[in-house]
């Protein structure tokens, strides 16, 4: 009985460490997309700035 409930215990420790690298990695994902998203809005921006400079408007 004694072995079964230690089984029990370390498959739930393995499925909690699963767990919270999975959510780790998510973390990283979302991190680097938010990175890429902000480089992408910053060319974007510089794109839009060198079409329309603010003092060749008339």
Not at 15 to 26: I, L
């Amino acid at each position: 009985m004694r072995a079964e409930q230690q089984s029990n215990r370390e498959e739930q420790h393995k499925k909690e460490e699963e767990q919270q690298m999975k959510e780790a990695e998510n973390t990283r994902q979302r991190e680097e997309m938010q990175q890429q998203l902000f480089g992408l809005q910053s060319m974007l921006a510089q794109v839009l700035e060198n079409r329309n400079p603010p003092n060749s408007r008339q």
